[in-house]
């Protein structure tokens, strides 16, 4: 080994116990057990969950409603359809995201301290969440034709609307910030909106 080969080795010797050095100093300062964030924290999956059952049932009632009735109340119910799907591709990424299950073993149960919470909170799965139509109801709207068809779709959609703000408001009150919030938020001003449209729509039917 020559003098340079040597001084190089030497080098690098010296470097390798520094780190090792370096290391051991540090090793008390770090965390013995980091773990990443949850990307959602219990509240936002359950209102997530349950919202996800509430969007998909909307879908079905724009699907119920009969293709022949008035084209005004048939493009209202192709707008619900297509911003419903949106925000239900939007919260499907969300529990993926968390690695949590679409289907909430327990609905409603992220209310606290309220009567739904205790409602739901136990294994009663069965109940339905604000504002859903029965399956007897679904298949009267499936079944209607004309204005009567116009008149079934309206009153359901604008109930089933009027459930999910209650929910999203719920769940803006109970949240303290983040996406989930802000889409709650932004659930009560847009359904909100529609469901001032289909009150009209019900009332010009004299309804």
Same mark, same amino acid.
């Not at 116990?17 to 949850?38: E, F, K, S």
């Not at 048939?74 to 499907?92: C, K, P």
């Given at each position: 080994?020559?003098?340079? !080969? $040597? ?11 520094? =780190? ?25 999956? $359950? ?5 996800? +059952? ?15 009735? #008035? ?33 909430? /073993? ?5 209310? /606290? ?5 205790? @409602?739901? !909170?136990?294994?009663?799965? +069965? ?15 499936? %079944? ?10 309206? &009153? =359901?959609? &604008?109930?089933?609307?009027? *459930? ?8 803006? $009150?109970?949240?303290?910030? *983040?996406?989930?919030? &802000?889409? %709650? @938020? ?13 009150? =009209?729509?019900? #009332? &010009? @039917? $004299?309804?």
């Amino acid at each position: 080994m020559n003098g340079r !080969s $040597g001084y190089r080795f030497a080098a690098l010797a010296a470097l390798a116990l520094l =780190l090792l050095a370096m290391g051991a100093a540090l090793r008390p300062v770090l965390p013995a057990d980091t773990t990443a964030p949850a990307v959602l924290n219990e509240t936002e999956v $359950g209102f997530v969950q349950d919202m996800v +059952a509430h969007h998909g049932q909307a879908l079905v009632l724009t699907q119920r409603l009969d293709a022949d009735a #008035d084209p005004f109340v048939v493009g209202l119910a192709r707008q619900i359809a297509d911003s419903q799907r949106t925000e239900l591709g939007m919260l499907l990424g969300w529990l993926r995201l968390a690695g949590a299950p679409v289907v909430n /073993p327990r609905p409603m149960a992220w209310l /606290p301290d309220t009567e739904a919470g205790h @409602r739901h !909170s136990a294994t009663d799965s +069965a109940e339905k969440m604000p504002g859903s139509a029965s399956a007897a109801e679904l298949d009267e709207l499936a %079944a209607a034709h004309g204005s009567e068809a116009e008149i079934a779709f309206l &009153r =359901l959609m &604008r109930r089933h609307h009027a *459930g999910g703000v209650d929910m999203a408001a719920a769940a803006d $009150g109970l949240l303290t910030g *983040g996406e989930v919030e &802000r889409a %709650a @938020r932004e659930m009560v001003r847009t359904q909100g909106q529609e469901i001032a449209m289909m009150s =009209l729509l019900l #009332d &010009r @039917r $004299g309804v």
